[in-house]
């Protein structure tokens, strides 16, 4: 008699994160967010826990005095944090202590960053 064992291949939370960001990246980005952003893509780091989102602004938005402007009057952190936990598609991923980084790229000066922030466990939670 012989014995046969399956054996179920089940990816992890943060492998299935990582496949997820990818698959997104190539199916539907760039993507418009509004009419001033565009998502360009979504990584997963498996070692660091960080789902990044890179964006750019376009337009009149991409313009460094308009956005510290912005910044000035407003908590830009604060509202990514009440952002993320308006957003029950990130629960399993906060339960899990994710960070989530966001960096605000120009489309004029590709290499120019307006701003990066990283939300921790201790941000959103």
């Not at 980005?29 to 826990?49: A, G």
């Not at 990130?90 to 990066?116: A, E, H, P």
Request: hydrophobic residues 35%.
């Amino acid at each position: 008699m012989v014995a046969i064992v399956l054996v179920s291949c089940q990816e992890s939370l943060e492998e299935r994160a990582a496949r997820e960001a990818k698959e997104m990246t190539e199916s539907k980005c760039p993507m418009p967010v509004d009419n001033n952003t565009i998502l360009d893509s979504v990584v997963f780091d498996i070692p660091t826990l960080t789902q990044t989102q890179y964006f750019r602004f376009i337009g009149e938005s991409d313009d460094s005095s308009r956005l510290e402007e912005i910044s000035g009057a407003y908590d830009l952190k604060e509202l990514l944090i009440r952002e993320l936990k308006g957003q029950t598609g990130y629960k399993t991923l906060m339960n899990r202590g994710v960070n989530f980084r966001y960096v605000y790229r120009s489309t004029r000066q590709r290499d120019k960053i307006y701003f990066d922030f990283t939300l921790t466990k201790e941000d959103y939670q």
